[in-house]
């Protein structure tokens, strides 16, 4: 994007007055007309304008026939979901089945591609043997050569060259990786970058770097860490901003081409924002719940029509604020929508979380369904 359009953006964002436009174009169906009513949307703008093809074909690296395409170097831009886990609880397997079933569902929404392991995973209550079979099941669901990253955190450069090895046998492109912060105090600057050194001379995947203070005892690299790590490194070729810095995302696009390195967001609700600073997209656990939603927005944007992509943007983000409370949220939330959609019996007893973690209270259950709700009519016309 050229600083003109920056510009133009930033002007028709600011432009903006609150509520949402016309969302649907063309539906026949009188549930889905009912489900915008309730939403306080009406039918006729740009936002809903999606035909079939549109929908199967939003990543440009897939074709019809997905086995003749190679997967880019670069994780290709757009909206990625790091999905969640099921699991049978009677025995405290994965369910993988299920998890095939959402795993396809999810590769057929129009997302840019999905991240096995992420930290809506569960990754960290996951054993070895487990981490591969989710790898190996996704690789399977969603065809030879659908993008995949697969979260490789650990506590020690041994264990993540040792995960490192398993996704790649399973079929994974890229990894993202956490620091190794196990140990707050002991993760000084000299560690992170002695970690990151080694891994990437060693790695056989491309990597990308997961920076998420929440999850990494307060750890926040800066852009000039990042930048440095992937100008020493040509397997370094992405990064996840969970910490949610917009100006990190301006820097590392004025210093690293996009045809080089991809910078996406870590939340759904500064998706535009991070692009009109020039990031590759998001990778955003509200992509569970709402993946066609997010995946019209940013093409909204792309398109240039954006006032209706900021209309629809505010509404999502207004949705995501109750699922951001944690994973258990984001699983309930999922269980109401798509897995639902995906054809997964059982979905709310399958999406509890593993112990030692929670469900969600019956008040945040309640909170959840009331916030969603406003998306659930447009979700499911597009």
């Known amino acids: 994007m050229t600083a003109t359009e920056v510009i133009t953006a930033l002007a028709e964002h600011q432009a903006l007055t609150n509520g949402a436009s016309k969302y649907v174009n063309g539906v026949s169906s009188n549930d889905c007309s009912a489900s915008l009513k309730e939403a306080n949307v009406s039918e006729g703008s740009a936002i809903v304008q999606t035909t079939t093809d549109e929908k199967t074909t939003s990543n440009p690296n897939l074709t ?3 086995a003749t395409v190679s997967v880019p170097r670069v994780p290709p831009s757009g909206v990625w979901a790091p999905a969640i886990t099921f699991f049978d609880h009677s025995t405290d397997t994965l369910d993988t089945d299920s ?10 929404s129009g997302l840019a591609g999905l991240v096995v392991l992420g930290t809506n995973a569960e990754t960290f209550l996951l054993t070895r043997e487990e981490r591969k079979t989710l790898v190996e099941t996704a690789r399977k669901a969603c065809g ?5 990253m697969a979260g490789v955190g650990g506590h020690s450069t041994k264990q993540v060259l040792e995960f490192i090895v398993d996704a790649a046998d399973a079929g994974a492109n890229y990894v993202l990786l956490l620091p190794p912060a196990y140990f707050g105090k002991q993760t000084t600057p000299a560690v992170i970058d ?7 001379k060693e790695s056989s995947l491309p990597i990308v770097i997961y920076n998420f203070p929440t999850v990494c005892n307060g750890i926040d690299l800066d852009s000039a860490t990042i930048s440095r790590l992937a100008k020493t490194h040509p397997n370094i070729v992405g990064v996840k901003l969970t910490c949610g810095a917009v100006a990190k995302i301006t820097r590392l696009s004025a210093e690293l081409p996009a045809d080089r390195f991809a910078t996406f967001g870590g939340q759904s609700d500064f998706l535009i924002g991070g ?19 997010l995946v019209r927005i ?3 944007y792309q398109e240039g029509k954006f006032k209706e992509a900021m209309d629809l943007h505010k509404l ?18 999922a269980a109401l929508n798509t897995a639902k959609a995906a054809g997964i019996d059982g979905a709310l007893e399958k999406l509890r979380p593993r112990r030692p973690y929670v469900e969600a209270s019956e008040a945040e259950k309640a909170n959840i369904e009331t916030q969603i709700a406003a998306l659930v009519g447009i979700e499911a016309c597009l």
């Open 194 to 200: 002695s970690f990151f050194n080694d891994v990437a």
């Open 64 to 66: 019809p026939d997905a």
């Open 316 to 333: 999502a983000a207004l949705a995501e604020q109750p699922c951001k409370a944690g994973i258990a949220s984001v699983k309930y939330a």
């Open 99 to 108: 998890q095939a079933k959402y795993y396809k569902y999810l590769s057929n």
């Open 298 to 300: 940013y093409d909204l």
């Open 144 to 148: 030879p050569s659908y993008p995949l």
């Open 275 to 293: 692009l009109a600073a020039g990031s590759a997209g998001t990778i955003a656990g509200f992509a569970n719940v709402f993946p066609k939603t």
